[in-house]
């Protein structure tokens, strides 16, 4: 620093010389102002998200003089950046979930984008940890997603204080007959460790040990530690009360939920759209918490923007997905496309108070736990689910965790 | 022998220059991007292709290499090239952390490690060459502090102030121009961004560094060192040596830093593959399923489509041309949808086939529901295929053998046994070899319906129903990454049962052409 600050002050007086005697010490200025854009940024995303960008960023970018093309990517879009990106192909500019972050980092195809102080203190601070990856940032979030219930009014008018409230409610609905199963939650018969997670969460289980900055130890595995079994258990007793189903795939829970067949629905805001054309009365709250157990907190996921470490046009890339994705209009009009709590403060705070459904998700996401972006978090997903199918299909709770987390930590030491 | 070109005439000789000039064309389009990248084999093998085709068919010579031409290059292209490549691929430790080379792991961490002085200014930027009118040359940051309203220029010795005198500055107060200097237009910056995001003004604590059209002052907490061949972090101290045999930096203790390069792993990965406890033990109960689902989908498929052709091909039948439409149907479906909706059906809450059937029973959730369940859908999607070439097969039987049999009193199904089956094996016996080769490694008609179920909870990596390729297929790309090196290596080994069963087969074959002949 003492240079620079030498530098400076040798600056400083050799201004304040030229200005003394009386040399033209103003520069001249021109009328031309801000950054001219040119040539076309290219934007990667999935093609159901490509959907809801497209028009949002085709809008903004006429109104700024930018080009940009945003690509849908059918298949594999996480490898296809990748090999893309190693061979000079890429796009400029990536937008997906923050839980790809290790990977890419491990390939060196993003690097972390020096957001200044204003910038990250717009944004939601759980979004900003969550694309915090080995304490760097390396990319800028817009939208949040986490799980939450929504239930079915007018059937069940009262929001349930426990799990086990809920699945008893749900059954005597069943019993009665107003309702065809107990809970509309996506299972399929690998089992769903991003739908199960709150409730193992809640039955006392942990995935990854965290340290003092809240970066993942993989080396720490929850479903390793005797706690896994007893919360396996409580999801073993969720199955025999048929509140989860390994049946109950993606073509079932939504759509039951708004054709009124269930009373309860466990998803998240992309749900919200066929939720509200439906036309059922409904809530939204927190998933609660079994009885006397831990909080039933769901994963926090992000919708980010990530510069291509080796795209074409980087400069642009990394001033657009800077400071106009910080930026709170952009996010406003990103929200009214597709109803995920914007990470722009603002933005939030503006979009709850014309929709209340927005701020109920972004209340059930407080105190989550960030979706782990570590490479080992991969290795993870399969053997759960597993185990989960395994579990509430009546199968041994403690061979179908020690199962699991055996081949996870036999992935990851590999 | 004639020495005339197989096209004559003027026809012929417009079919040939349109066809030439395609390749042409074609070479032209290839090269571009080549001459760019510099990469002169590929060119050369480019220019070497062209050359040998306009030789072969502008030459009156070199008949049968006209014909063997076309064929030869497509052969190479698409059956040799990715067997090649997939042999190369499997002695290395290609997959995610280990794809580009050490240089780019290098580049890599060292950016991945830039953090910002805490306290430091934000810059505006603007990139120029120093002198007039310059177009490349030595690259320098020009510098605004908006807060203090200094001017900057740095170059790879360090910081200096510049004389605001000589500048045009826009509103914002970023330098347009600048005396001495050519400063880019965002167009030109963005073009140089490779160099830009590269380049770095030395300053006591780190460096200026472009983020977009700002710069700020980092420091990169991790530096290469070539001496030892190290990365050390000036943050934690640790220090990280170069495994230049598996590819990447390690510390004494075990760390690894996550970036790492492909390098030769030599035969590592066979022997993981023979060695690896997780893949001997059920290997031999994997590999009897799938012997057990390849030979019964080849046999269910064929008796179902022979059943079909023979009772299509009958002189009594109206309408044949309806019905051989409805049996081809399930083939002209694309079969990835299909495979789809018959997992859907076998959903033992929701699905179809329970409901009708007034079942209960949970498909996929028993070893042997599970293995029929995936037969079942396998026949239906491939005795239209049987069916087809059956049909071809037996139009194409000599009427009298069988009329002969008649007379001589042979009973239909005799005449069947002894004369039909026989002919129409000799023809349809390589298809059937063929089909054995592709069900053996029908990756879709598992993963997409019984996806491996059920699963024992010891094992969650090994399922039932699983193939050899679904299975390792989960045990390649299921780890912390995807891992090619590995999975081209087990894909060599299948390569090889397939190769080998395929060849016994033909062998056979052959003799029993012999007999019949």
Not at chain 2, 292 to 299: E, Q
Request: proline share 6%.
């Amino acid at each position: 620093m003492r240079t620079k600050t030498a530098t400076l002050a040798v600056g400083a007086a050799l201004t304040m010389a030229l200005a003394a005697c009386g040399g033209d010490a103003e520069p001249q200025t021109t009328d031309e102002s801000g950054i001219d854009f040119q040539g076309t940024l290219v934007i990667w995303t999935d093609e159901e998200r490509a959907e809801s960008l497209k028009p949002v960023v085709q809008e903004f970018a006429d109104a700024n003089g930018i080009e940009i093309e945003v690509q849908g990517i059918a298949e594999n879009l996480q490898d296809q950046f990748v090999t893309a990106s190693e061979q000079g192909e890429g796009p400029d500019i990536l937008v997906q979930a923050h839980d790809w972050i290790g990977n890419l980092v491990q390939n060196g195809a993003i690097e972390p984008i020096p957001l200044t102080e204003e910038q990250q203190a717009a944004m939601n601070p759980d979004a900003l940890r969550a694309v915090t990856y080995d304490g760097q940032i390396y990319g800028t979030p817009y939208a949040m997603e986490n799980l939450a219930l929504i239930r079915n009014t007018d059937l069940a008018p009262e929001a349930p204080a426990t799990i086990e409230e809920m699945v008893a409610t749900g059954n005597e609905l069943k019993d009665a007959g107003d309702v065809e199963d107990v809970l509309s939650i996506e299972v399929g018969k690998d089992g769903n460790p991003y739908n199960a997670y709150p409730f193992y969460a809640s039955a006392g289980g942990y995935l990854f040990g965290q340290d003092a900055e809240g970066n993942y130890d993989p080396a720490d595995l929850g479903l390793a530690k005797p706690e896994a079994v007893d919360a396996f258990e409580k999801l073993a007793w969720l199955g025999e009360e048929g509140a989860m189903k390994t049946t109950m795939g993606p073509e079932h829970a939504i759509p039951m939920f708004a054709e009124g067949k269930t009373a309860f629905l466990v998803t998240g805001p992309w749900a919200m759209n066929q939720i509200r054309e439906a036309g059922i009365s409904y809530d939204i709250t927190p998933i609660p918490s079994f009885e006397g157990g831990d909080p039933a907190t769901p994963f926090i996921g992000t919708q980010t923007f990530f510069v291509a470490s080796k795209g074409e046009n980087k400069a642009f890339a990394q001033e657009f997905v800077a400071d106009f994705i910080t930026g709170a209009d952009l996010a406003t009009k990103l929200y009214e496309s597709d109803p995920r709590p914007p990470v722009n403060i603002e933005a939030a705070s503006a979009a709850a108070e014309s929709d209340p459904d927005m701020a109920k998700f972004l209340a059930a996401g407080e105190g989550g736990y960030i979706l782990p972006a570590i490479p080992e978090m991969q290795a993870v997903w399969e053997p759960f689910g597993r185990a989960h199918a395994a579990v509430i299909s009546g199968d041994d709770v403690e061979a179908a965790v020690k199962g699991a987390a055996d081949a996870i930590q036999e992935a990851i030491g590999a | 022998m004639s020495t005339r070109p197989p096209l004559s005439g003027v026809s012929g000789q417009l079919v040939k220059i349109l066809v030439l000039s395609v390749v042409a064309a074609l070479a032209i389009w290839a090269a571009t991007p080549l001459v760019h990248a510099g990469a002169w084999v590929g060119l050369g093998v480019v220019v070497a292709v062209t050359a040998l085709v306009f030789y072969v068919y502008l030459s009156p010579r070199r008949l049968p290499a006209k014909y063997l031409l076309p064929g030869t290059l497509l052969l190479i292209t698409f059956q040799i090239l990715p067997v090649l490549l997939t042999i190369t691929t499997s002695v290395t430790n290609y997959g995610d952390g280990h794809r580009g080379d050490k240089a780019d792991a290098i580049a890599a961490i060292q950016a991945a490690a830039v953090k910002e002085v805490p306290g430091s200014p934000r810059y505006l930027l603007s990139a120029a060459w120093r002198g007039e009118n310059a177009t490349d040359g030595e690259l320098v940051f020009l510098l605004t502090e908006p807060g203090s309203g200094e001017y900057l220029v740095g170059d790879a010795e360090g910081l200096e102030p510049l004389d605001p005198g000589g500048l045009t500055v826009d509103p914002e107060g970023r330098i347009v121009a600048a005396e001495g200097y050519t400063v880019m237009t965002p167009a030109e910056f963005n073009a140089h961004s490779e160099r830009i995001t590269g380049f770095a003004v030395p300053t006591e604590d780190g460096g200026i560094r472009s983020t977009g059209f700002d710069a700020y002052e980092g420091v990169s907490t991790r530096t290469y060192d070539e001496s030892c061949d190290c990365i050390t972090d000036s943050e934690t101290g640790d220090v990280f040596v170069a495994d230049n045999e598996n590819g990447y930096f390690v510390t004494e203790t075990g760390d690894r830093i996550r970036q790492g390069w492909q390098v030769n792993v030599g035969l590592d990965n066979f022997t993981r593959f023979f060695t690896d406890p997780d893949v001997r033990g059920p290997f031999t109960s994997i590999f009897l399923w799938n012997m057990m689902f390849a030979v019964c989908s080849v046999l269910f498929t064929f008796v179902l489509g022979l059943l079909c052709a023979m009772a299509m091909n009958h002189d009594r039948i109206r309408g044949k041309t309806l019905y051989r439409v409805l049996m081809v149907l399930p083939y002209a479906m694309p079969s990835f949808a299909m495979l789809l909706v018959w997992r859907d059906m076998f959903n033992a809450d929701y699905g179809l086939l329970n409901q009708l059937l007034g079942l209960e029973l949970d498909w996929f959730g028993e070893t042997w529901t599970s293995r029929a369940a995936v037969l079942l859908v396998n026949t239906w999607l491939g005795y239209p295929y049987m069916f087809l070439i059956c049909t071809g097969a037996l139009q194409a039987l000599p009427r009298d053998t069988l009329e002969a049999a008649r007379i001589d009193g042979a009973t239909g199904f005799q005449a069947f046994r002894k004369i039909t089956l026989p002919l129409l094996l000799v023809a349809l016996t390589p298809l059937l070899i063929s089909s054995f080769a592709f069900n053996f490694n029908n990756f879709n008609a598992i993963q997409l319906t019984s996806g491996g179920h059920p699963f024992p909870d010891a094992s969650p990596q090994t399922g039932d129903t699983d193939l050899l390729i679904t299975y390792t297929f989960r045990l390649a790309f299921n780890g912390s990454g995807v891992d090619y090196g590995y999975a081209a290596a087990v894909s060599m080994f299948i390569f090889t049962i397939v190769a080998v069963i395929s060849g016994i087969s033909f062998a056979r074959t052959r003799k029993q052409e012999e007999v019949y002949r």
